[in-house]
């Protein structure tokens, strides 16, 4: 091939990069960000101040929450921002492996999983930590994947809650394999699929798209936008905010304030509805941010500014709904304090069951990887058996 023919094939590059000027890349930049899509649009019912605005499209969905519930989505943020606190502690004193926190995004989880009715089932990434407890998962079954003394710690069917997926976005595949699944069955339950920013650029999430739609699959796709996937930021990701996408799929996106818990209750709950009734799926994006590191593994200082973590302290979903509660007099002191005495007791048993998990048997890892066994898992099982016994000769000499 001569070079004039790659050199056509090649895409031209635009005078600005040629001439490696940032300022022409720059405008490149906003030019394509300014013609790919509008203006984003959030929804939102509880202010960062904790005061309720009224919203015409999605108020129905929450106007029956009653003083009582509204404390129990505090109560649920609460101790779900406490068992998490007590994971990362757990961590760094070298109890757990690893640890993926959700600080800040409490209101996207507990709103979107005090939207769900038993019967929905839910297919999390690693970081549902809050969805988990609304499905009534006991949190420390969540901590045995992380301590790597299991490779789940739950029954997924005992609650209709998958098990952690680490491989990003594979789970929004199973969840429409799922829903397609459940509407062929002619069940009215819903599904719906957790994944965040970056995990919208895969593959597997276009997919699970392209065939909800077409298969009008009853899913709701929960993005939680927390602004980052390790180190690379949403801007990496996508040219359009992200609930935009879905209308190039043929279906409806919602952006909702992703630290509002009465938002992303009422936004699922609209969601869900429509996958019950047939209408197919939906992709709210609930606009977030994640106030700790990736993981216990990353150090975010190394790519992010303290100032942008301290502006969205400001907007922290747990404070807002505090200030909501205590301006319209739905919670008093005893409350608070009782559920300071709750979050002690919880990180108490938190602290004790991982310290009493037993460590599993050597070999079990071998288990249930195939039905009926294979010559493969059974050769490395053998490889295995003499690397212990190699140990137990050096004891013996
Ligand atoms: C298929 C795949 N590629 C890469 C990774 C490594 N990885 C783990 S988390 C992560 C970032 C995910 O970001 P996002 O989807 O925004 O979720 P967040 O952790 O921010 O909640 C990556 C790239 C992986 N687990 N799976
Ligand atoms: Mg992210």
């Not at 999390?124 to 301590?147: I, K, Q, S």
């Not at 392209?210 to 690379?232: D, G, K, L, R």
Request: proline share 4%; net charge negative.
């Amino acid at each position: 091939m001569t070079v004039e023919s790659t050199a056509a094939r090649t895409p031209r590059r635009s005078a600005g990069s040629k001439a490696g000027t940032t300022g022409t890349k720059r405008t490149t930049r906003t030019t394509a960000k300014k013609d790919a899509g509008t203006e984003p649009q959030l929804v939102q019912l509880l202010t960062p101040e904790g005061k309720r605005v009224k919203n015409a499209e999605y108020d129905k969905y929450v106007a029956g929450v009653t003083p009582d519930e509204l404390r129990g989505l505090y109560r649920d943020m609460v101790l779900t921002r406490r068992f998490d606190a007590e994971a990362t502690s757990l961590q760094r004193q070298g109890e757990l492996g690893l640890w993926a926190s959700l600080l800040g995004q409490e209101a996207a989880q507990i709103g979107s999983g005090r939207a769900l009715r038993d019967d929905d089932y839910v297919f999390p990434t690693y970081r549902e930590h809050g969805v988990a407890w609304c499905r009534g998962v006991d949190p420390t079954n969540l901590l045995g994947m992380f301590r790597g003394v299991n490779n789940g710690g739950w029954d997924p069917n005992g609650n209709n809650f998958q098990l952690y997926t680490i491989v990003i976005g594979s789970q929004t595949l199973h969840a429409t394999g799922y829903a397609m699944g459940i509407a062929k069955d002619g069940a009215d339950s819903a599904v719906i699929a957790y994944f965040g920013d970056g995990a919208s650029s895969q593959g597997d999430v276009a997919e699970s798209f392209t065939f909800s739609a077409v298969y009008n699959a009853p899913v709701v796709f929960f993005c939680q936008n927390n602004q980052w996937a390790i180190s690379e930021p949403t801007e990496k990701q996508s040219r359009v905010p992200i609930y935009q996408r879905a209308q190039g799929f043929g279906f409806p996106g919602v952006r909702v304030d992703g630290n509002d818990v009465l938002g992303c209750l009422a936004v699922t709950r609209w969601a869900l509805e429509r996958a019950r009734a047939g209408e197919g799926p939906t992709l709210v994006e609930a606009f977030t941010y994640r106030m700790g590191a990736h993981t216990t593994s990353d150090d975010p200082s190394r790519y992010r500014g303290d100032e942008e973590r301290q502006a969205w302290e400001a907007k922290d979903p747990i404070l807002r709904l505090r200030r909501y509660l205590e301006a319209s007099n739905h919670a008093d002191e005893g409350f608070f304090a009782e559920l300071e005495a709750e979050s002690e007791a919880l990180g108490k048993r938190v602290r004790e069951a991982v310290r009493a998990m037993p460590d599993p048997d050597h070999f079990a890892i071998f288990e249930n990887v195939y039905a009926d066994g294979h010559a493969l898992v059974d050769e490395e099982r053998a490889q295995f058996a003499a690397y212990q016994a190699s140990f137990a000769d050096e004891g013996g000499n």
